[in-house]
């Protein structure tokens, strides 16, 4: 399998899985399959003469700034990360490798069912540039809180642009999105502030041990961490997220059917914050769906599958495949 993607023998392609915990050759093979069973069942539902048509009328300048749009949502994240690290006096991490940690996560979440595999091989990363375990944990960890504090917000505000919903469907993937961010938010601040309630609740020693190293790290990441330049890490993660919304409005612009950003923004807030928890390696199949509801009512019709698609390439997909070959250069070094 991965000879043929990238040119890895079979003898290395076991030394791979055996080290990452979570991915096997199996999720990587249903990973593929199931974005081409996707994309194929995308292109058969919405393609007509009429794509083609629309297709020679799309405007390549927009296309170009939604690529600027990506650059700039993976340098501020890169940046949130490296600037919460400096907050606690670790010069260790600089940008590059920041970015490499976080869109290696992002390819393993893509390709293993719940996101599982993606933490031990970011600690691992962290670990070989000489940052101890205890340290990457909590980076790692409050970079998830700041993460889930911005997309926490970012729903919050989008429901102004996005309420009443267009249809039934899109109101239940609203409701659905703002339970999961808030329940997620709530459970973490819970195992913050009140873990004593949480041991009264849970009846796994192991979770509990988990939840209470959790804390310590976070607690002792916040005492020890210079606040302004923390506010600053939580700056650059406002300024990536608003970056991944720029995606959609310039892919609107591209195919000639115009979203406002407010709209383009809470779509993609939403739909970051219902795929914080997905059954799916990388919410492959139910991110395209759920994207195909938001979109539909608003984009012309001949052109809404190929949208769909671009769309899901530019916000997922290729910070996975740059994610891959940072991963793959790291192994061939272990």
Not at 181 to 196: M, Q, R
Request: net charge positive.
């Amino acid at each position: 399998m991965l000879k043929a993607i990238f040119g890895i023998p079979p003898s290395r392609e076991y030394n791979i899985f055996v080290k990452i915990p979570g991915l096997s050759k199996k999720n990587l093979i249903i990973s593929v399959s199931l974005i081409v069973l996707v994309l194929l069942i995308i292109l058969l539902k919405t393609t007509s003469k009429e794509t083609f048509e629309a297709l020679k009328s799309a405007q390549p300048s927009y296309l170009f700034l939604a690529l600027l749009a990506w650059i700039s949502y993976v340098f501020f994240d890169g940046l949130r990360f490296t600037l919460a690290s400096l907050s606690i006096g670790e010069h260790k991490l600089n940008l590059l490798t920041a970015i490499k940690v976080i869109t290696v996560g992002i390819f393993l979440a893509a390709v293993s069912p719940f996101q599982v595999a993606g933490l031990p091989v970011q600690i691992m990363l962290l670990n070989k540039r000489k940052i101890g375990l205890g340290r990457s944990t909590a980076l790692l960890a409050a970079r998830g809180f700041i993460g889930y504090l911005t997309i926490l917000i970012a729903v919050l505000i989008s429901l102004k642009y996005i309420w009443p919903p267009p249809s039934g469907i899109v109101r239940g993937i609203i409701i659905y999105t703002t339970i999961l961010v808030a329940g997620i938010f709530l459970l973490y601040s819970v195992a913050l502030f009140l873990p004593n309630l949480l041991k009264k609740i849970l009846k796994s020693d192991r979770i509990i041990k988990e939840i209470f190293s959790l804390r310590e790290t976070t607690i002792a990441f916040v005492k020890s961490s210079d606040k302004k330049i923390l506010l600053l890490a939580m700056l650059s993660s406002f300024a990536s997220h608003l970056s991944i919304c720029l995606i959609p409005f310039f892919l609107s612009y591209s195919f000639n059917s115009p979203i406002g950003f407010g709209r383009a923004f809470s779509f993609q807030s939403l739909i970051q914050g219902g795929l914080l928890w997905t059954p799916t390696p990388g919410g492959t199949g139910i991110a395209e769906s759920v994207g195909y509801f938001f979109f539909k009512d608003f984009m012309n019709q001949e052109i809404l599958g190929i949208f769909v698609i671009v769309w899901r390439f530019f916000t997922h997909h290729f910070a996975a495949v740059v994610g891959a070959i940072f991963l793959l250069r790291e192994l061939r070094e272990i």
